[in-house]
């Protein structure tokens, strides 16, 4: 049984959540490897809606085990409340949540610093989470990073955080003009942390690949979006962790070959939080959907998700960027209804066509899209069950998205809810069997 990928091709919000519960039926383990509790997964399971941040959305299948990999940022404070609630709700965390001690720990000063930092960068602001994601990666690479190996060990603890506290409070007061943090009262509250975090501490690395050599079933759950990607996103309005698969493979601790196949989750039409490029971008007259049907506000911040047409330049290049060999396309739903969709082909920038991304985020927010126009379906497509029976201008639809990413589809998902699905391609299979184009 294979290692699979489920990675977001867009800025997220794709429905990652909904196809990893899909997919959990088959799978043994489930793994988040990079981001923190910026990330909100939405899974619904009959009338019980979940939103998860941190902890993997496979958790609410009571089969697995969960891991919280080593290129997480964890916040304690807000994992304690997310297995809490969890807790409360029936879901049991004991023997199947394991966290790495490689991942790096969110402190108060991370989201202090996040806020401080967006105010100081004025119209260049990112529209983070401002939940301390961008600080504590900094830290990371600083080698100033606290992890939680050493967060659980008391007398490391209190020793490495005293001479951080002195890096991290010159900042906060030097830089910022912001009052100082107070070691003790860090110390109070975080050693209690720490001794709830502790028992779910263990080698993930090396159980998640001892999972995969035994052949059991592991999903690897991404966060965020291709394009938030530090490295090959649209950068600087990214997130602070590599979130392609590539990127997961590093945050597991997992060899790329042990992957057989990287499912892209994308949204029939795309949207966005936060600051930052949207060349399909629709405005208040235009937007052709309605945000509380569609659900268009922001899992973790609430904020009210940016709206455009679908971006094939965009997502062909999401295929390139993450190997991705096939697609699960969510909210077909969504465009029920409209007289016409539209498909961007390419960009025009400068009187020319490109069918490529600009490296400049400046370049980037000139394109002008170009678009295709599709007859829309003016038929309700969220209780079809198979391919046939989805209305012909939607098959066109997505048979055209399927030859502009010269990848096929193997999931559609018409609703939030598991069952409003259509399973085109098994994504579990034996290896060399990939499904091809
Ligand atoms: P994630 O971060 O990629 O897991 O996505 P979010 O949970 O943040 O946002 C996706 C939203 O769309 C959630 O509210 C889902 O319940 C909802 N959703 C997912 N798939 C579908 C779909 O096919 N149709 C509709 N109408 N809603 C969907
Ligand atoms: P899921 O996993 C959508 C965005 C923020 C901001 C940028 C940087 O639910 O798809 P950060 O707090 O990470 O420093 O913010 O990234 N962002 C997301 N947008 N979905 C997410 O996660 C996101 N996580 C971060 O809105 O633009
Ligand atoms: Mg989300």
Known sequence: MPGIIVVGAQWGDEGKGKVIDILTTQAQHVVRAQGGNNAGHTVIIGEEE????????????????????AGTVVDPEVLIQEMQGLSARGIILKGRLWISPAAH????????????????????AIGTTGRGIGPCYADKAQRLGIRVGEFIDKEVFTRVLKSVLQVKNYELTHMYGAPPMDESEI?????????????????????????LEKGA???FEGAQGT?????????????????????????????PTRIDHTLGVIKAYTTRVGNGPLPTEVTEGDIFLDHHRAREYGTTTGRKRRI?????????????????????????????GLDQVKICTGYQIHGKRIETLPS?????????????????????????????????NARKYLERIEVLCKTPISMVSVGPERDRTLILQQIFQPRNQRVSC
């Open 50 to 69: 979940y939103k998860l941040h941190l902890i993997p959305s496979g958790i609410l299948h009571s089969h697995t085990q969960c891991y919280i990999a």
């Open 187 to 211: 110390l109070e509250k975080y050693l209690k942390y720490a001794e709830i975090l502790a028992p779910f501490v263990c080698d993930v690395e090396d159980s998640v690949n001892e999972a």
């Open 217 to 219: 079933a592991v999903l």
């Open 360 to 392: 400049l985020a400046e370049e980037f927010e000139k394109v002008l899209p170009i678009y295709e126009t599709h007859p829309g379906w003016n038929e309700d497509t969220t209780e079809v069950t198979s391919w046939d029976e989805l209305p012909e």
């Open 105 to 124: 720990v969110i402190f108060p000063y991370h989201r202090i610093l996040d806020h401080l930092i967006e105010e100081s960068k004025g119209d260049r």
């Open 308 to 336: 455009g047409w679908f971006d094939a330049v965009l997502a062909r290049r999401a295929v390139r960027l993450n190997g991705m060999d096939s697609l699960a396309i969510t909210k077909l739903d969504i465009l029920d």
């Open 227 to 255: 394009f938030l990607d530090i490295t090959t996103g649209t950068y600087p309005f990214v997130t602070s962790a590599n979130t392609v698969a590539g990127g997961l493979c590093v945050g597991a601790g997992v060899g």
